[in-house]
């Protein structure tokens, strides 16, 4: 059973930068994806990013597009969200989620039905 581990989270101010980790327990073999969802506070789940595990290829909402990198280090069995330039609207419970297959960069990616493990969440908070 894959375990994963969120940290990072905090509270920062607008145009702050925050990097988010996430370590799982697992080393995966084989074709997988890990990333990145958020949840605002009355909002349904939203895809934010996501990472080939192997080919490092990525894929991003829009809205975070040219201000997030996601990354991930095959060594240490990690995966980062680099957040730039943050705004009030990007305040939320990140969650870190991993399943196997490809990553097709497409819309399919952005459904949180096609990822089997999920972490905890990790609060990010901007204020203006």
């Known amino acids: 059973q894959q375990e994963l581990v969120e940290s990072g989270g905090g509270l920062v101010q607008a145009g702050d930068s925050l990097t988010l980790s996430c370590t799982a327990s697992?080393?995966?073999?084989?074709?997988?994806?890990m990333g990145w969802f958020r949840q605002a506070p009355g909002k349904e789940r939203e895809f934010v990013a996501a990472?080939?595990?192997?080919?490092?290829?990525?894929y991003y909402e829009s809205s975070v597009k040219g201000r997030f990198t996601i990354s991930r280090n095959y060594a240490k069995n990690t995966m980062y969200l680099q957040m730039d330039s943050l705004r009030p609207d990007d305040t939320a419970v990140y969650y870190c989620?991993?399943?196997?297959?490809?990553?097709?960069?497409?819309?399919?990616?952005?459904?949180?039905?096609?990822?089997?493990?999920w972490g905890q969440g990790t609060q990010v908070t901007v204020s203006s």
């Open positions: 989620v991993a399943r196997h297959g490809y990553l097709r960069k497409a819309l399919i990616d952005e459904s949180p039905d096609e990822y089997d493990y």
């Open positions: 697992t080393r995966s073999t084989g074709n997988y994806v």
């Open positions: 990472v080939s595990w192997v080919l490092s290829t990525t």
